[in-house]
């Protein structure tokens, strides 16, 4: 079994700053890759930033500048530093994680249950 678990969401002003937290335990073979995606109210899910094993990392145009993803590979935990927020970064933020939990098996995709942030004043 493995799990994701998101943290450090909650209510900030236009302007302000969080950071978001990811850490994913269980049987963990190997990560490829870990991301964070969110889901503005009433909107499809996007992606907000990803980074690969080898150091790869990529974003969405609307946080490239203001938003900073990273990973603690000793603790499988993955990061989002959120600066600069604006009202319409409010969204459930969730966490994925592209893993093999064995040798033999292939990995696939894990989510969180996601975190809300709201930017408001």
């Known amino acids: 079994q493995v799990r994701l678990v998101e943290s450090g969401g909650g209510l900030v002003q236009p302007g302000g700053s969080l950071r978001l937290s990811c850490a994913a335990s269980?049987?963990?073979?190997?990560?490829?890759?870990m991301a964070w995606y969110r889901q503005p109210p009433g909107k499809q899910r996007e992606l907000v930033a990803f980074t690969t094993t080898g150091g790869s990392t990529n974003y969405a145009d609307s946080v490239k500048g203001r938003f900073t993803i990273s990973r603690d590979y000793a603790k499988n935990t993955v990061y989002l530093q959120m600066n600069s927020l604006k009202p319409e970064d409010t969204a459930v933020y969730y966490c994925?994680?592209?893993?093999?939990?064995?040798?033999?098996?292939?990995?696939?995709?894990?989510w969180g249950p996601g975190t809300q942030v709201t930017v408001s004043s």
């Open positions: 269980g049987s963990i073979f190997s990560i490829n890759a």
């Open positions: 994925y994680s592209e893993l093999s939990t064995s040798y033999m098996n292939a990995a696939r995709a894990h």
